[in-house]
C-alpha cells in the first residue's frame, strides 16, 4: 500500500506534490517531460500543460471515486503490462527510451474487481511542417512567398511534425497482456473534458465487464498451464535425480575397479622391489667377502665404499612397505597415499696416511657402521 501525503486543497491523494516533481523533470526531445522520480502517476505532458493536466487528473479520479471506483498505483510486486502510448492520432505506438518515459508502476482504476491502466496525456497532432532556423513551422503558419522572396528564399525541408495542442486526453487500457484492450478520449477544446467524465465511466463499466471473463478464462488458462510446468518440473527433477543416482553408482563401480587395479600394481611393484633387494643383499655379501679378504691398508677405504654403496643402493624394508600396501577397500576410504620420504646421506671423510693400529681401529669403526647400517 502507498503511502501518500495527506490531501491538500481537494487534490486527491496520488495527486499531491505531483505537479512540482513534473516540473523539476528534464525535456525530453519532443519537449515532453521526463521527471526524475517514476513512481508518480501516468501523466506525460510538456511543461506548460502540466497545471492543467494535473487538475484535469485530479477532476477525473475525484468523478470516479464518487461512482465508487478507486484509482491508485498497481499493487507492489504484481506485474501489470502498460502498453506503450500513441499520443497523437496514427502515430505508432513504438518510442525511443530517449524521447519517452513511463511510470514505475501503472496507475488503475478499480471496476469493482477489474483494474483498468490510466494514462493522462497531452494529444498533439501530425501536420505538415518545414524546419527553419532549428524550429519546426506549421506549413499552414508560413505565409506563401511573394516578391523577391519567391525566388530568394532557399529551399526548406518539408515534413510531418508532431505539435502539441494544449488539449488532454485519457487513455484507458487491459493490464493484462495476454487480454489487450485500449481506448482514447481527447477532449474537443481545452476545458472540455469533464463534460465527458460520464461517457468515459460507462464506457470503463461496460467494457470491464466484458473483459472479466476474459481475465478468469486467461487467469485459469494460466493456471492449468502453470500446473502443468510444474508437473513437467517435478518429472525432470525426478529423472535428473535418478541420472545423478546411476552417476553416482557408475563413478563408485569406476572407483572400486580402479582401486583393485591401483592395489593390484602396487602388489606386484612390492614384489619387484623385493626381487631388487635380493640382487642388491647378495651382491653387497659377495662385495664383503672379498673386503675382508684384502689387504689390511685397503680395508678402511673399501668398507667406506661400501657402506657408502649400501646408502647409494637404498634399503628396502621389505615389512614396513608391506605393511603399507593398501587393500581396495582401504584405498576407496583413504584415497590416495602420501609419498615416501627420502632417505638421509652421510657425509665422505678424508682417507689420510695411518699406521697398522689405527687402520685396524678404522676398519673395526666403518665395519661396525656398515653392519649396524645393514640392520
Not at 523577391?148 to 493484462?176: L, Q
Not at 602388489?267 to 675382508?292: C, G, N, P, T, Y
Amino acid at each position: 500500500m502507498i503511502k501518500t501525503e495527506a490531501p491538500s486543497d481537494g487534490l486527491h491523494p496520488l495527486l499531491v506534490g505531483v505537479e512540482a516533481k513534473l516540473l523539476e523533470g528534464s525535456e525530453m526531445y519532443n519537449k515532453y517531460l521526463r521527471p526524475s522520480k517514476r513512481l508518480l502517476p501516468d501523466i506525460y505532458v510538456t511543461k506548460s500543460t502540466v497545471a492543467y493536466a494535473v487538475e484535469s487528473a485530479n477532476s477525473f479520479f475525484r468523478f470516479l471515486g464518487g461512482k465508487g471506483c478507486r484509482v491508485d498505483y498497481s499493487p507492489q510486486g504484481l506485474s501489470f503490462h502498460r502498453p506503450e502510448l500513441k499520443h497523437c492520432e496514427g502515430k505508432d505506438g513504438w518510442a525511443s527510451t530517449w524521447d519517452h518515459w513511463h511510470p514505475a508502476r501503472p496507475t488503475l482504476v478499480y471496476i469493482g474487481t477489474m483494474p483498468i491502466g490510466l494514462t493522462i496525456f497531452e494529444y498533439t497532432e501530425r501536420v505538415e511542417a518545414q524546419e527553419r532556423n532549428g524550429k519546426w513551422i506549421r506549413l499552414s503558419d508560413i505565409p506563401p512567398p511573394s516578391g523577391r522572396r519567391k525566388y530568394s528564399e532557399p529551399p526548406y525541408y518539408t515534413s510531418t511534425h508532431d505539435f502539441t495542442i494544449g488539449r488532454i486526453a485519457i487513455r484507458a487500457y487491459s493490464p493484462y497482456e495476454a487480454v489487450p484492450w485500449e481506448r482514447s478520449w481527447v477532449e474537443p477544446e481545452v476545458g472540455g473534458l469533464p463534460a465527458m467524465f460520464d461517457q468515459i465511466v460507462g464506457s470503463l463499466k461496460a467494457h470491464a465487464s466484458k473483459l472479466v471473463p476474459l481475465v478468469k478464462a486467461h487467469m485459469e488458462k494460466e493456471r492449468i498451464e502453470g500446473e502443468r510446468r510444474e508437473t513437467e518440473h517435478q518429472a525432470w527433477l525426478k529423472k535428473r535425480a535418478i541420472e545423478e543416482e546411476q552417476e553416482r553408482l557408475a563413478s563408485l563401480e569406476r572407483a572400486r575397479k580402479q582401486a583393485i587395479q591401483d592395489s593390484k600394481d602396487d602388489l606386484m611393484d612390492l614384489l619387484k622391489r623385493w626381487d631388487q633387494a635380493k640382487r642388491v643383499q647378495a651382491f653387497l655379501s659377495e662385495i664383503e667377502r672379498h673386503v675382508e679378504e684384502a689387504p689390511l691398508e685397503e680395508q678402511a677405504s673399501l668398507w667406506e665404499r661400501l657402506q657408502q654403496a649400501r646408502a647409494f643402493l637404498g634399503e628396502i624394508d621389505l615389512p614396513v612397505l608391506f605393511k603399507r600396501w593398501r587393500t581396495p577397500p582401504e584405498r576407496q576410504a583413504h584415497g590416495p597415499r602420501p609419498p615416501s620420504e627420502s632417505q638421509p646421506t652421510r657425509d665422505r671423510p678424508t682417507a689420510q696416511q695411518q699406521t697398522e693400529a689405527e687402520l685396524r681401529n678404522e676398519v673395526d669403526l666403518w665395519k661396525r657402521r656398515y653392519i649396524y647400517g645393514r640392520r
